[in-house]
């Protein structure tokens, strides 16, 4: 094996000059072609934004040491890139039917402290992946939680009951979901583990009348601790 081959080859300090030129150049295009994008931050932009970004990144990689590429071509792929998207920004401004098509609809994972379960298939999430989302906004169990809201860039965003409105909820911490009922006690409040259906039950071995599961735990309707 030739290591002077593998790092050195033909490399000489002419062209490495050119190379940190060409490097400097094209850090510079890179940042002022996102400055002309605006001024969202990374975890707002969208999934076709990302892909902006991405190509631009792909674009300025080559001319950065590829002698055969010239710069003046990188600059008008890349202004090619910026003016799409600003048509595509005036497209979703202008259309919504074209911004959901482009970006996705917001899913109601939660509504009124149970899970809306036809959305969630559509979340591309697990129930405890739901549920770990919203054990780390500070949420127990469902009674707490008005709306559950899946955003089109993929954050989850809650809408809490006020503390007098809080009602009895699937607990959410996996070990209190671990404690399936096996007996019932009068005037006591269980929740469905599929959907947070919560009911007075005559059998723990009832079927829940929202979604046909027949497994149970004890709700709870502690209120937030702020």
């Known amino acids: 094996m030739d290591f002077f081959t593998i790092f050195i080859h033909d490399t000489d300090w002419t062209f490495i000059s050119e190379i940190l030129l060409r490097c400097l150049v094209m850090y510079t295009m890179i940042i002022v072609f996102l400055r002309l994008t605006g001024k969202r ?23 950065m040491f590829d002698e055969t590429l ?21 497209l979703t401004m202008q259309y919504q039917s074209f911004e959901d098509l482009l970006e996705g609809k917001p899913l109601y994972i939660v509504e009124n402290g149970e899970m809306v379960l036809e959305h969630i298939s559509k979340g591309k999430m697990s129930h405890d992946e739901f549920f770990a989302e919203m054990r780390q906004q500070g949420a ?11 955003e089109s ?9 006020s503390p007098e409105e809080v009602r009895y909820g699937l607990p959410l911490f996996p070990k209190a979901q671990k404690d399936l009922i096996t007996k019932v006690e009068p005037h ?6 599929h959907c947070g259906n919560v009911v007075l ?12 599961y027949c497994k149970w735990i004890k709700a709870i309707n502690t209120q937030r601790q702020t």
């Open 153 to 161: 860039d993929g954050k989850f965003s809650i809408l809490f009951y």
């Open 41 to 63: 931050g990374v975890r707002q932009l969208s999934i076709f934004e990302v892909a902006i970004i991405l190509a631009l990144g792909s674009i300025a990689g080559d001319p």
């Open 70 to 90: 010239p710069l003046l071509q990188a600059f008008i792929v890349m202004s090619t890139i910026i003016i799409l998207y600003r048509l595509t920004t005036y």
């Open 188 to 193: 006591t409040y269980y929740a469905c583990m």
């Open 140 to 150: 127990e169990h469902l009674g707490q939680i008005r709306t559950g809201l899946l």
């Open 201 to 212: 039950l005559s059998s723990p071995d009832a079927i829940c009348q929202r979604c046909e």
